[in-house]
């Protein structure tokens, strides 16, 4: 079974740049989640969708920053412009809400960011 | 609102000799705790996951991690740690199976 994939692996910026972030769940993965993960911190949740639905992106930077999931299937989180302190990784996971372990969520290797 | 506090930032042992990672906790009701570990360039997995039930639960390659609702703590341990267990690990708080809340880690570095 393909685990989560995200593309690109690395992008530079400088500020004032925009950026796409791609990711590809798990098949079948009702729900996904965008991370951010600043340097040496735990991952923090941004946003997170169920199908195509977003459930919660009350942590999203709205002024900059918007995720979609048109099909249910794979995702885009983009930045608009980006910002030094936009400098982090950003991870994708999935998980299946049906599942007996609907709160297992499986990640991506994660796409890291630097804004110079 | 949930908090999860990781007290060591970097531990550093020898392999072989055993281990424990802390963990401490904030939360109105008994959560959901997670220990999950991040290897370089890789994302995160899971070790293990604590509800309910038995305060002991085991998990992967040998790990396991004990619920302690007085101590609000959910550290994690193994009896004898091998050079490949070098990580970063996190314990993790939730009080649903969506939104979970990740401490700053611990970076575990294992001597050969």
């Known amino acids: 079974e393909a685990g989560v994939t995200q593309s690109p692996r690395y992008a530079v910026l400088q500020e004032g740049q925009a950026v796409s972030f791609w990711c590809d769940p798990i098949?079948?993965?009702?729900?996904l989640y965008w991370y951010q993960q600043p340097r040496d911190q735990g991952p923090q949740l941004l946003v997170y969708?169920?199908?195509?639905?977003?459930?919660?992106n009350s942590q999203l930077p709205s002024d900059r920053f918007s995720a979609v999931r048109p099909k249910g299937t794979n995702s885009t989180l983009k930045i608009q412009s980006a910002k030094q302190g936009d400098t982090a990784t950003y991870l994708c996971a999935s998980s299946l809400s049906r599942d007996r372990d609907q709160d297992t969520q499986y990640f991506g290797p994660g796409t890291r960011l630097l804004v110079l | 609102a949930q908090s999860v506090t990781q007290p060591d930032a970097r531990v550093t042992v020898s392999e072989g000799a055993s281990l424990q990672l802390r963990c401490k906790y904030s939360?109105?009701?008994?959560?959901?705790l997670f220990w999950y570990v991040q290897y370089p360039r890789q994302g995160l997995q899971l070790l293990l996951k604590?509800?309910?039930?038995?305060?002991v639960v085991q998990g992967v390659n040998g790990f396991e991690a004990e619920f302690s609702k007085s101590n609000s703590s959910f550290h994690l341990r193994k009896a004898s740690v091998h050079w490949s267990d070098s990580a970063v690990y996190f314990c993790a708080v939730a009080t649903n199976a969506y939104k979970v809340i990740f401490g700053k880690g611990t970076h575990l570095h294992v001597l050969p």
């Open positions: 098949s079948g993965h009702d729900t």
């Open positions: 939360s109105s009701v008994t959560p959901y």
């Open positions: 604590y509800y309910s039930g038995d305060p």
């Open positions: 969708f169920r199908d195509e639905a977003v459930i919660d």
